[in-house]
């Protein structure tokens, strides 16, 4: 062993207790992990609205948190079609209701109703590839539409109420979507889009 090399092995051992020392002194002892914040959809115009959301829909209003789910409630899933078909009633009633409610505006209706419209010209649907559905009803007041199709089946229903969401979201970011399947095997979706969750 040459002379150097104690000199070397004591330098290097100082050297990594200085850089343990100093990583001890950095780092605090009791770091936790910051929380992840929690994901939302769609725009943050009306967060102070209120957290309550109908069960039963197929696409129920962005921009909420995401819905908790407690062991005696039941998933749409788990109920037996009859009681199904009665919660969704319930919630179109629900919504129906605080739909009629809203202050008329009869300038932001005509307009928005113009663009729903457009939207659901069967030259604009072609080119998207969508169909035409039947028995379309349009109605706004002055934060909400409210759209009511009829739809060959759940498919088309689910691939045009997400492209009609994609193209009102600057205006209309808040939504609720309720299906109803019809005896002849079509689906009659209930929509409502709104400016404002309070609304909804």
Not at 14 to 19: H, I, T, V
Not at 92 to 108: G, N, S
Not at 145 to 158: K, M, N
Request: hydrophobic share 45%; charged share 20%; net charge negative.
């Amino acid at each position: 062993m040459s002379a150097r090399q104690p000199l070397l092995i004591l330098f290097c051992a100082l050297l990594c207790g200085g850089a343990i020392a100093t990583g001890l002194l950095v780092l605090p002892q009791d770091r936790q992990m910051p929380a992840m914040p929690t994901q939302t959809q769609g725009h943050d115009r009306s967060e102070a609205a209120s957290q309550a959301t109908p069960d039963g829909a197929l696409d129920m209003m962005t921009a909420t948190q995401p819905a908790t789910y407690t062991p005696s409630e039941k998933r749409r899933g788990d109920l037996d079609p009859v009681e199904a078909r009665a919660r969704v009633e319930a919630n179109i009633a629900t919504l129906d209701t605080r739909f009629a409610a809203e202050t008329p505006d009869a300038a932001w209706a005509m307009r928005e109703e113009r663009a729903l419209g457009a939207f659901f010209a069967a030259d604009a649907l072609a080119a998207q590839g969508l169909p035409a559905p039947d028995g379309l009803q349009i109605a706004c007041r002055s934060a909400t539409c409210r759209i009511s199709a009829r739809f060959a089946d759940p498919v088309e229903a689910e691939m045009t109420t997400q492209r009609l969401a994609m193209h009102v979201a600057t205006d209309l970011p808040y939504r609720a979507v309720m299906p109803r399947a019809l005896d002849d095997g079509s689906i009659r979706v209930e929509a409502w889009y709104s400016s404002t969750r309070i609304a909804l």
